[in-house]
DNA sequence: AAGTGATATTTGCAAATGCATTTAAATCTG
DNA sequence: CAGATTTAAATGCATTTGCAAATATCACTT
């Protein structure tokens, strides 16, 4: 049997690493999230704090675990940052009915109250990352990361 | 004078979050880097140290502070991760000639082979996620990128 | 040219992260 | 249906991270 794995076709320095797309949405990631951290951190908030209150704004009631998956988190790191949201009074557990293992999480008024203020800090850097490309093509782009996500989702989620 | 901001045309819940181009990237680079990761610490590569390694492969002497924004990296942890690969000798360190407070950093042979046993796993995870996507889209999805790099760009690097 | 402020990198340290383990409950298997 | 296996979430703990401060050097000002 062959272990060996397959030479890829081109090398980075042939491709240069302003081609490479994943080099490229890593820095555009980094800045997103970056600058959204310091616009937030005022109001208390982490990066998965943030993802969670915004995940369940438009999601009623995941599954940890589902949670975990949307917010791009540790299941570890999102149960302490669920800790700290609960504690604030900004999210509520609920075991789930059907399965009393797993636990459901809903976002409350004062959490989706705070959602609302942060929403236009990531709108806006969303806004800024876009800035200059025309619909159409904002469109095609949104398109071709939905087939992406498709393609490198390991569960049905 | 006015401290409020805007509010964004949309709300997430209208955009929703699979229109959400952040979210988007957010997930499909989690999944990326955490595959990367996975494959990579077994040749004892943490993502800062792996990211050294694949810009200097094609940027030769970048000086430190360009490196960290080339890697999306904090420099305090780039600058630790750089202790871990020129203990292994897989890069050297140089005081810039014109500057004295300012290092370059470069891939040594060891670094160089290395790197050649990362890329393919690399290049694996981006066919993964370009999988079933047609050449031309996938070139005009690099080109959308390059816009929003260019738009995010806080410094001329 | 001395003094002031800016810049490049490193280090200290508290907080955050993520792997491994634990606990509890569900599902599968013979 | 008892025992073994899997799954969900939380916790322990060592490592990693990133902000703030320190250090060293440079650039600018008067």
Redesign the pocket.
């Known amino acids: 049997m062959n272990d060996e794995i397959p030479t890829p076709a081109q090398r980075l320095g042939e491709i240069g690493l302003t081609n490479f797309a994943p080099y490229l949405m890593n820095r555009i990631m980094g800045r997103y999230n970056?600058s959204l951290?310091?616009d937030l951190?005022e109001m208390g908030l982490?990066?998965?704090?943030m993802r969670a209150l915004a995940v369940l704004s438009v999601i009623d009631g995941?599954?940890?675990?589902?949670?975990?998956v949307y917010t791009v988190?540790?299941?570890?790191?999102?149960?302490?940052?669920?800790?700290?949201l609960q504690a604030d009074g900004l999210v509520r557990?609920e075991t789930?009915a059907?399965?009393?293992?797993?636990?459901?999480?809903f976002i409350t008024d004062p959490g989706r109250a705070l959602f609302e203020e942060m929403w236009p800090h990531m709108a806006m850097a969303q806004a800024r990352m876009f800035r200059g490309i025309p619909e159409e093509e904002r469109r095609a782009f949104v398109g071709t990361l939905q087939k992406m996500l498709a393609n490198i989702r390991k569960h049905e989620i």
């Open positions: 970056a951290r310091a951190s982490t990066t998965p704090k995941p599954l940890i675990r589902e949670l975990a988190t540790d299941p570890s790191t999102l149960s302490r940052a669920l800790d700290q557990r789930d059907a399965d009393s293992r797993a636990t459901r999480v």
